[in-house]
């Protein structure tokens, strides 16, 4: 079973209107989550990253949650756009005996439509 | 701004063929990292290095060597390629440890194996 959880698997919208991603994990212990925007055929670019101490951080359309008590995040997009078209996906870092340690997501496919 | 470049964006070789993915980073970074990117699961590690000549296994280095000669350079190698190793591969780079650390990107290279 994958340590960090998201759902749904895919979504398609209507552009402008807003949505929420979900990201549950059991990775412990905990350093910090961070949501990455992926582009078909791209890498993975970071949209935000939050501590455990914070549990709101927004990055223009994009503002990420974490509850470090349920181990839950969301990603909500509000007025989405067609460049909204990705997949997004959240990673938890976890420090180890070894260093830092990522542990990602399968991803969030999202399609916004005209 | 980080930039981490991959030497191809596409790649087609055969079975048997001994390939060589190369990573280039511009931000004077310890650590470097591959990883491969596969339809429903998550981003693997393959192998990271956090120093020059230096290197660890990830969570799937079967099958995959690597080298790391020069700081800002880091290779990936299959020493035999195989059809299982058809896929999407990731370089990242990222300054070591600290609570926001943060991985950057590169543009990924699409493998195919026939």
């Known amino acids: 079973k994958n340590q960090v959880e998201q759902s749904p698997q895919s979504l398609i919208i209507l552009e402008g209107k807003n949505c929420t991603l979900q990201?549950?994990?059991?990775?412990?212990?905990?350093?910090?989550l961070r949501w990455y925007k992926q582009d078909t055929g791209r890498g993975p670019v970071s949209l935000t990253i939050m501590t455990f101490s914070e549990n709101t951080k927004s990055n223009g359309r994009y503002t990420a949650t974490l509850d470090a008590d349920t181990k839950q995040s969301s990603l909500h997009i509000t007025a989405s756009q067609l460049s909204d078209s990705a997949s997004y996906i959240c990673?938890?870092?976890?420090?180890?005996?070894?260093?830092?340690?990522?542990?990602f997501g399968t991803g969030t496919q999202l399609k916004v439509e005209l | 701004d980080v930039k981490v470049t991959q030497s191809s964006r596409y790649l087609v070789k055969r079975t048997g063929e001994k390939v060589f993915l190369e990573c280039v980073q511009d931000m004077d970074h310890e650590n470097m990292f591959w990883y491969r990117q596969d339809p429903g699961l998550g981003l693997r590690l393959i192998y990271f290095s956090y120093d020059v000549k230096m290197k660890e296994k990830g969570d799937i280095p079967e099958g995959y060597s690597v080298s790391r000669e020069k700081k800002e350079r880091f290779s990936l190698i299959l020493e035999s390629a195989s059809t299982n190793q058809t896929s999407m591969y990731l370089c990242?780079?990222?300054?070591?440890?600290?609570?926001?650390?943060?991985?950057?990107f590169g543009p990924g290279t699409r493998l195919t194996v026939t």
């Open positions: 990673v938890v870092t976890i420090l180890t005996g070894g260093g830092n340690k990522l542990t």
């Open positions: 990242a780079s990222s300054l070591p440890g600290g609570v926001n650390y943060e991985q950057y």
């Open positions: 990201c549950n994990y059991t990775v412990s212990p905990f350093s910090n």
